[in-house]
């Protein structure tokens, strides 16, 4: 049973900046490689996925709307996930959510940020104010 923990998130002014973390566990966890995401949902928008990569040693890749403030990145020794949040605007609130999926690389990079996951956090909330 996979489970997926994601914290951090909270309330900030335009400008700045967050960590979330994405705690993982269970079955996927005994492979050492999988593929990992952040997607966000605002009220009245459609789901966007913000941040994909491939665990065994992959780069992430972002969506042009993020690239360049965001950041994913990993430490497998706590099996957790992060995300950076920089330079936040406004127009990234949302509540923000872990997933992962046991794709081989090819796949992981091939469904980058179509949000094509099975497992999925219950998400932590992002304000950004102006």
């Known amino acids: 049973q996979v489970q997926l923990v994601e914290s951090g998130g909270g309330s900030v002014q335009a400008g700045g900046s967050l960590r979330l973390s994405c705690a993982a566990s269970g079955d996927t966890h005994s492979s050492s490689s999988i593929c990992m995401g952040w997607s966000r949902h605002a009220p009245g928008k459609e789901r966007e996925g913000v941040a994909d990569m491939y665990t065994g040693g992959g780069i992430g890749v972002y969506p042009d709307s993020v690239k360049g403030r965001f950041t994913i990145s990993q430490d497998n020794a706590k099996s957790t996930l992060y995300l950076q949040l920089n330079s936040l605007e406004p127009e990234d609130s949302a509540m923000y959510y872990c997933?992962?999926?046991?794709?081989?690389?090819?796949?992981?990079?091939?469904?980058?940020?179509?949000?094509?996951?099975?497992?999925w956090g219950q998400g932590t909330q992002v304000n950004v104010s102006s």
């Open positions: 997933a992962e999926e046991r794709y081989t690389r090819f796949w992981c990079y091939e469904k980058a940020l179509r949000d094509d996951f099975s497992y």
